[in-house]
């Protein structure tokens, strides 16, 4: 009898290797999932697995006709469809040998939002008012991926996680900058919001984009080698890429916020080359160019010197690349604590990048004063600003001015308004050749123009 059990079990194993052989199922990335945002007005791509030449056929619910394609050489297969204008909830049906079906799917906008660890930030970390924050998030319009944290040597066509409703449940341990982001939007736009957390506290750009980047640029290859192993993630290049965003290409999406920096003053001298990198990198992997938008590190005790600030420096450089916007935290941060408390300001600064830029609906101020140019009159050295109306100072008078001459030494200047413009001079400097503004880790000036946002750091030479 035993024997016969056992004939019986092993026949139903080889049948059963032999079916999925010759009926492989169909399956689909982690990113399309049930309650998941489709890009609204666009043409999406959905891509999968199944047997080699297995027809495969896709019907949307807002759709006229269904489509088709087969499985190639390799079993994958991939489609593109046409979304219409926001809505839903909808269901995509998947029909191969078997059948799937995505359930209360959403049209709206798709954000990706990464970075270190103020981008992970969740309500439940601790921030400002973050208990009523917590119990008043529910919007089911609102919904939200998280990416597990993981690492590979190659790319890869996998990462956990799921589309989940916004509730104050799933709100609670997410990250608090995409939430606030995506609640902005939803209540000026009055469409569903998608937004995918992919982020990991302590890591630096280079875990981050594509190792053939680096490689391929002595500068990025040099800096990369400064980075040491720490035990909270990973430092080594395109790892945290290869698991956590190489899965999602090329899930359509509206654009990038990105909210990292400290763990690079180690190689601060590269950063704007680094950063500049990603953006181009991940654009390219993606073949289009979305906005992209990012906070600038806040004031603290990092590193040594002045690394802090040339982090912030590169940051504001990186703005000659198209299509990016930046948000400065000066006046929000916490000098003593890396993980400022408030999330809603800088959040609530991106959302208005994205809904003046690239939404188009608004006209307010969405910019600190940024640095134009320096012009010298004697000893006078003028400074003029881009995003400068309403340019003022709360205080006396401006701080964190030096001027230096052509020795390059730095000395504490004295500086006053004109309107949109700040003269500044020195008694120890009679010929001034360059200026630099709040150019320390820790510096919080008070030059804000008159939206109220803050001017970021600058360096003329």
């Not at 492989?24 to 080699?52: C, H, Y």
């Amino acid at each position: 009898m035993k024997t016969s059990l056992k004939r019986l079990s092993l026949t139903i194993v080889v049948l059963s290797v032999f079916l999925n052989a010759v009926h492989a199922n169909i399956s689909l990335p982690e990113i399309f999932s049930d309650n998941m945002v489709l890009q609204r007005n666009s043409v999406v791509t959905i891509w999968g697995w199944a047997k080699t030449g297995e027809a495969v056929l896709i019907r949307a619910d807002w759709a006229d006709a269904d489509i088709t394609t087969k499985a190639d050489n390799q079993g994958t297969w991939k489609l593109t469809f046409k979304t219409p204008g926001a809505g839903g909830p909808y269901s995509i049906h998947i029909k191969g040998y078997n059948e799937l079906t995505l359930k209360n799917v959403l049209i709206g906008e798709v954000w990706v939002c990464s970075g270190q660890s103020n981008m992970e930030w969740s309500a439940q970390s601790g921030i400002i008012n973050g208990a009523d924050e917590i119990k008043n998030a529910n919007y089911p319009d609102i919904r939200l991926f998280t990416v597990s944290q993981a690492t590979s040597h190659y790319p890869q066509d996998h990462f956990k996680g799921e589309w989940t409703s916004c509730t104050p449940e799933t709100m609670k341990p997410f990250s608090v900058i995409a939430y606030f982001f995506a609640r902005k939007l939803h209540k000026e736009l009055g469409v569903p919001i998608g937004v995918i957390n992919s982020s990991w506290g302590g890591t630096p750009a280079e875990a981050w984009m594509p190792e053939e980047v680096i490689q391929k640029d002595d500068l990025l290859r040099e800096a990369a080698s400064k980075q040491k192993p720490v035990p909270w993630g990973p430092v080594e290049p395109a790892r945290i890429y290869n698991s956590m965003i190489a899965p999602m290409i090329p899930y359509r999406i509206a654009g990038v916020l990105w909210y990292q920096g400290e763990a690079n003053t180690i190689n601060s001298y590269a950063y704007k080359e680094m950063l500049s990198g990603l953006i181009n990198s991940w654009r390219s992997k993606w073949d289009y160019e979305f906005p992209f938008y990012f906070v600038q590190i806040a004031p603290y005790t990092y590193g040594e010197n002045f690394q802090g600030v040339e982090v912030r420096e590169a940051q504001r450089k990186v703005l000659e690349v198209p299509n990016t916007g930046m948000v400065v935290v000066s006046d929000v941060g916490d000098t003593t604590n890396i993980h400022p408390k408030n999330k809603l300001d800088p959040a609530i600064r991106l959302a208005n990048l994205a809904l003046n830029r690239y939404y188009k609906t608004g006209t307010i101020e969405d910019s600190g004063p940024l640095y134009k140019d320096l012009t010298i009159d004697k000893n006078k050295a003028i400074i003029s600003f881009d995003h400068s109306e309403g340019l003022h100072i709360i205080g006396e008078k401006p701080t964190c001015f030096e001027v230096a001459g052509s020795d390059k030494i730095y000395y504490p200047a004295e500086a006053k308004m004109k309107g949109q413009q700040v003269i500044v001079t020195s008694k120890q400097v009679k010929l001034p050749l360059s200026v630099r503004f709040a150019w320390s880790n820790t510096a919080t000036p008070n030059l804000f123009n008159g939206a109220n946002l803050p001017a970021s750091c600058f360096k003329t030479e």
